[in-house]
């Protein structure tokens, strides 16, 4: 008897400190955020960008000043020889492009873009910016989980998506991890729009997420390529908000400045 009350004193007071935890009034419930590929080689490494340094207050913001009941950090996570490679092919080069078979059909084929290489594991280029590094390590296992996928690591076949490699023919845990979660929508960051941020936005869609996509939290390597793949994802009924808009639509509790010094 005595020990049913102390457990049923233990459970009371768990539910209470539960209840009583001071971000909770800043908590997105059945979301997600989701981080694509914010990795050094897209930023200043060996695929860099010029406009990519332009999100990172913004994925900042998301992190310091919002709770989430998840988080997702993809990372491209190619091996040395990868399909992806132009060094991997013999006479090309950065920009040309080749046609491979598909892993479980032979018939078919796909036209598969070469790039520098990039994003291998044991490099700095493969690492997460710095910034957002710092943050995700203080968020783990304190206040808010936060899921590490590494993708494309396949070398015969590329992955956009986080989700699923460009074949559909290996699924990450992404899925199940979202589902485990209980996770109905997904906020959708990174880099970049027209490659991972898009293949994970599309396929979000297709499993049947509510897919937000913050525009001035993604970029690629020009406006007009960033506007033409943000009407592709509004025709697969992504919804496409800036940060300020999706704040307001999506008001939390008072500001914190616990994070302000990262």
Known sequence: MKFRTAISTL??????????VPFSAKLHKKTALVLIDIQNDF?????NNSRAPSI??????????????????SQDWHPKGH???????TGKQSGDTVNITFLDSPLKQETQGLYSDHCVPGTWGAEIED????????????RSPVNYIKKAQDHSVDSYSAFVDNEYHRFTTLNSELTIHGVETIIVTGLITNACVRGTSI????LGYEVILIEDATDTISAEIKAETIQELKGWGVQVMNLTDWEAA????PKTTFRKEL
């Open 250 to 253: 999506n008001p939390t509790g």
């Open 83 to 89: 399909v992806s490679f132009a060094s991997a092919h």
């Open 43 to 47: 930023i200043t490494g060996s695929l």
């Open 203 to 206: 396929d979000g869609i297709k």
């Open 131 to 142: 910034g957002l590094k710092t943050r995700l390590q203080y968020l783990e296992g304190y």
């Open 11 to 20: 459970l009371a007071f768990t539910a209470s400190s539960v209840q009583g």
């Open 56 to 73: 990172l207050p913004k994925v900042y913001q998301l992190l310091d000043d919002h709770e989430w009941p998840f988080i997702i950090a």
